[in-house]
């Protein structure tokens, strides 16, 4: 096991209900295909680019396989890859990845949610308590997070949850079938101050429960 992993994180509350995450299950199957099934145009311009048809690697039968790889990385202390709930129910994934230690401690985030509760806080509130994790039980000191010019709402997804704009790296992914351009926007420990949901809590956005 490594530090911060596994943990439950949340409820908190925000306009689309109460947001939680957990370590992701191999009975997400259902949801998590169903809904990247129906969610494939909401989804796939902004994944990295993947080997064969979408609804090939988003059949129920191809989540064993991704749980099993996710769970591993997380047993080495890789990665932590979370479902993220919506009132209990499966909303999305946010996974922080390429978790490196010593002199670094550094990690990407990521995250998707379902296109039914979009525009309802969830993503936000599910990086806030993801970050706030990883600064403290985790001990990590800094977290990137990659997203498309393109994609205004993870931009303010970004920008709602404290991060800062760092750069453009160009032709930096391969998404959607190209090379595409990203931001790269990140948070060291130093300026989270309070805590992500502290401060979301604190800007009327989020309550404790
Ligand atoms: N134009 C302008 N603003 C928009 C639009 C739009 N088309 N759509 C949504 N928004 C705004 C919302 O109003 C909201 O802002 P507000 O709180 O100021 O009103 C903001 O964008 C979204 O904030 P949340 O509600 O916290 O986020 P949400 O739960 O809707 O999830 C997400 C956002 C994750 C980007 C979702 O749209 C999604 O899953 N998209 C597809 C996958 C994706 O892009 N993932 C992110 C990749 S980049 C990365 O992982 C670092």
Redesign the pocket.
């Known amino acids: 096991r490594h530090p911060g992993w596994p943990a439950r994180l949340g409820p908190i509350r925000v306009a ?1 209900g109460d947001v939680a995450v957990r370590p992701i299950r191999l009975r997400d199957a259902g949801d998590w295909s169903r809904i990247r099934l129906r969610d494939q145009e ?2 796939e311009p ?2 990295p680019t993947g080997p064969g048809p979408w609804r090939d690697r988003n059949s129920y039968w191809s989540w064993p396989a991704q749980w099993t790889a996710l769970r591993s990385l997380a047993r080495r202390g890789q990665c932590l890859p979370y479902t993220i709930t919506l009132d209990g129910e499966f909303a ?1 994934q946010i996974t922080v990845g390429n978790v490196i230690r010593a002199s670094l401690r550094s990690a990407w ?5 379902s296109s039914s ?9 599910a990086v806030a308590l993801v970050v706030d994790h990883a600064f403290s039980s985790a001990g990590l000191h800094r977290i990137e ?4 010019p393109e ?4 931009i ?3 920008t ?1 949850a404290g991060f800062r704009q760092e750069g453009l790296f160009k032709r930096y992914l391969d998404v959607a079938g190209d090379w595409r351009d990203h931001y790269c926007y990140a948070m060291t420990v130093e300026e989270s101050g309070p805590g992500l949901v502290a401060r979301l809590v604190a800007a009327g956005r989020a309550e404790y429960l």
Request: glycine content about 12%.
């Open positions: 689309a909401h989804l902004w994944e999305g985030v990521g995250y998707w949610v509760v979009v525009k309802g806080g969830v993503a936000t509130a997070a990659t997203v498309r994609n205004t709402p993870s303010k997804v970004l709602k």
